[in-house]
């Protein structure tokens, strides 16, 4: 059971670069997400995802794109990085948002350099 | 917007002693659900202790347990007999009926042998 998988766990992109933050989990949840953690700042949800075909966007999505064609993956694209994309970014599923199934589990992290 | 805040950003306790760690929020909702997550030097963010706001008893979870005060809008977290390997980032965090889980801007924790 690998939990939640995020690829690549380092990337280093140039200004106006395009890259695509892979997050796949075999725990057939329903909720996916995607957060970045940006130092005395916390978690801030960027997209959200209850299902496969339905997303919904978080407190910063700007400059960031998502889907959800399965209900395993939940692909986070940057369409033309900027240097405040420089960041650690964490993809995080759940079963549900009852009590009991609305615990998150996190994957390893990505961090992002944008120069 | 709805905001969690936790007022110590760094937070530092003797091994074995007892240390609290402060989280207030704001909601217009009845009900939702509270959770502390735990961020090692590893960057794993791991649960230690989650809460429902319609229960009264406050949750625990062996050495760690909580303070929720709903009317005063608050969720501590406390730990006993503090363990070195209890080191990390605390992160105080609400889901609410909107599906957006908020989280607020951590607490470092240094244990100190």
Redesign the interface.
């Known amino acids: 059971n690998a939990g939640v998988t995020q690829t690549p766990k380092f990337q280093v992109l140039k200004t106006g670069q395009s890259m695509t933050l892979q997050c796949a989990q075999d725990m057939n949840h329903e909720?996916m997400?995607w957060?970045r953690q940006d130092p005395?700042?916390?978690?801030?949800?960027i997209h959200?995802s209850?299902g496969a075909g339905i997303t919904?966007q978080?407190?910063v999505p700007n400059g960031y794109n998502v889907s959800r064609s399965t209900t395993e993956d939940f692909p986070l694209r940057l369409l033309s990085a900027a240097p405040s994309q420089t960041s650690?970014y964490?993809c995080?599923s759940s079963r549900g948002?009852a009590?009991g199934a609305?615990?998150?589990t996190?994957g390893?992290?990505s961090r992002l350099t944008v120069l | 917007a709805q905001t969690v805040t936790q007022s110590q950003p760094e937070m530092s306790v003797q091994e074995a002693e007892t240390v609290t760690l402060s989280c207030t929020y704001d909601t217009s909702e009845s009900d939702y659900y509270l959770f502390w997550y735990k961020q090692p030097p590893s960057r794993q963010m791991i649960l230690v202790i989650r809460q429902e706001a319609y229960k009264q008893q406050n949750a625990t979870e062996n050495r760690f347990s909580v303070n929720f005060q709903k009317a005063a809008k608050s969720f501590s977290l406390k730990i006993s007999d503090s363990q070195l390997g209890d080191a990390a980032m605390y992160f105080c965090a609400k889901l609410s009926g909107t599906y957006k889980y908020i989280f607020g801007t951590g607490t470092r924790l240094k244990v100190l042998a």
């Open positions: 909720y997400s957060y005395g700042m916390g978690l801030r949800l959200y209850v919904d978080g407190e650690v964490f995080a948002f009590s609305n615990v998150l996190f390893a992290g």
